[in-house]
């Protein structure tokens, strides 16, 4: 069982690659195993959409339920006669540290994407502050790249986006405008 419609996105991050390209669906498939990375014939697929604010761990869940009754229909069907995947694909490459922190030049949607994808984070005064949860807004106004104004929004490369909720390095999660009444000094403030 694979997480994605292969070709697209073999490898070891299907889900949060899906998320993070903007991809419109994804699905699971049924394939044979090869020696070669996800590159075995497909018996049989299914497909999910996913809408734009599903993150990865409800798309992983919703995956493995439709994976299984897959895996369960293809075996009380038969196998069949496997088809080879179309040449070509994309690779789903493995989560590195460096995926994980927020460049806040890139733009509102494709910050948004990451937070859904990842256990994104930016740094404020020096501690890490995990970013769990984000709106892209309408708002025209042309803010600071990375500076943190009140309601709690953000200038970005092409937009604004709001933190909803986040995680203070060493607490819990929590409201973002909870923890941005506990913050201190001049507005806007830096986020790195």
Known sequence: IHFSLLPRWRGAAPVERAIMAGDSETGVCIMDVEATLDSGAIYATATIPIDDEITATALTRQLAQAGAELLVTTLQNGLGTPVAQQP?????????????????????????????????????????????????????????????????????????IRLVTVQPEGRPHMDAAAWFRGQTGALPIELG
């Not at 690779?91 to 995926?99: E, F, G, L, R």
């Not at 949607?109 to 501690?127: E, P």
């Not at 984000?134 to 104004?149: H, K, M, N, P, R």
């Open 88 to 160: 070509g694909g994309t690779y789903a490459a493995k989560i590195t540290p460096d995926d994980l922190r927020i460049d806040w030049t890139n733009s509102a949607v494709n910050i948004h994407r990451q937070v859904r994808a990842l256990r994104a984070y930016t740094v404020v005064d020096g501690n890490r502050l995990r970013i769990l949860a984000t709106a892209v807004e309408s708002q025209d106004d042309a803010l600071d790249v990375g500076g943190l104004y009140d309601g709690c929004v953000v200038g970005t490369g092409d937009g604004v």
